[in-house]
């Protein structure tokens, strides 16, 4: 266990999910932000003037040279995550890393191994399992509340939620990929976390790009720079069905765009051999007589703080375990190229171990 009180933080991308990284480490008391890196200065200068950190740089490198540093986090665009997290934790930082990991497995199973053989804490930060309908949630499973789940329904459908249209989110060669990579993995990440299992044996997927080709069903999300030459050639929706070694199975549903009658549905639904539950909104349900009974849950003690910044504060300090282990990660990266490599050949693909 690490012998200090205080942990100096830098952030790297400071646009709309770097504000979140920011406010979130700002509440816990050993964490002490003390620089941030982006490249636009109104950007930059904003996070620093918000949270109080004495120092804004445009190279990350910078900070990464710091010795004083302890953690970084990285809030960049996605092509960005493995090379900079492989130079932070060559600069023999810990790494919290948003999601997705990386843009392909390959590259995420790099990371990891680094982090590995430096013995270096890195995070991907799956936000969604830390909020406290999925803690609830997570702790009834481990205490066996639905009995042996065999399925789960993985769904984030939104009707018009594009992130900025010509802008990295939407280009494969900076995103990785449409909407798997950027909800997806959120439910799909949330939903092996309920299972209990991360093995995949086989995915059959399919993807498809109907609104954003045609400058349709742009969001609200986000600050990114946009490019009107930039061309729309990731998915907006895709449909997944996944079988784990185990036998369990389940099905991932996503879109950015939609003709929905809803304007987001987003949540997991778990079917066990007792019960069944979907994750938001957090309910059970069984049928034992026939009738359905619903019941609504209070939400437990978090079984880890619910701010993922703060808990990887908590990881580095060795007073909690990593409640994204890395190898989880791993996994699920690896599902989400299974995911596209199956849509593109139009086969089932297998993983043989
Ligand atoms: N966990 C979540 O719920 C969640 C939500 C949204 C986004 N994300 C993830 O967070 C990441 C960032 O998304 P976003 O919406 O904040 O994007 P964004 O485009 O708003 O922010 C990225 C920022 O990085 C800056 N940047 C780019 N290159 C840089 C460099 N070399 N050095 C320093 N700064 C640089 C940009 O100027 C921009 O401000 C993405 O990987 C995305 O998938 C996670």
Partial sequence: MPNISQLNIAVIGAGAIGLKHLEGFSGHPAA???????????????AIEAF??????????????????????????????????????????????????ATNADDAEKVAALARSKGLHLMVGQNQRFSLKAQTLKQMCLDGKLGDLYYAKAT??????????????????????GCVYDIGIHVLDLALHFLGEFDVA???????????????????????????DQVFDVEDFASAFIRLKSGRALQL?????????TRDVNGVQLFGEDGGATSNPLKLFRSDCGEPV???PELADPLVNPDRMQHFV???????????PLDESLKAQRILDMIYKSAATGEEIRLDV
Wanted: charged residues 25%; negative net charge; without cysteine.
């Fill in 32 to 46: 002490r932000l003390v620089a941030v890196a982006e490249t636009s200065v109104e950007r930059g200068q904003a």
């Fill in 52 to 101: 109080k950190v004495p120092t804004l740089v445009s190279d990350y490198r910078e900070i990464l040279n710091r010795e004083d540093i302890d953690i970084v986090s990285i809030a960049l665009p996605n092509y960005l995550h493995a090379s900079v997290a492989l130079e932070a934790l060559e600069a023999g930082k810990h790494v919290v890393l948003d999601k997705p990991m």
């Fill in 156 to 177: 984030w459908l939104r009707r018009s939620g594009i992130p900025r249209i010509g802008s990295w989110f939407t280009s494969k060669q900076f995103a990785g990929g």
């Fill in 202 to 228: 086989s995915v059959s997927g399919q993807t498809f790009s109907k609104f954003g080709p045609r400058g349709l069903g742009e969001g609200e999300w986000g600050k990114s720079e946009t490019n009107p």
């Fill in 253 to 261: 549903e996503v879109s950015w765009a939609a003709h929905l009658e």
């Fill in 294 to 296: 619903v019941e609504e």
């Fill in 314 to 324: 908590d990881v580095v300090l060795g007073e909690a375990e990593s409640f994204v």
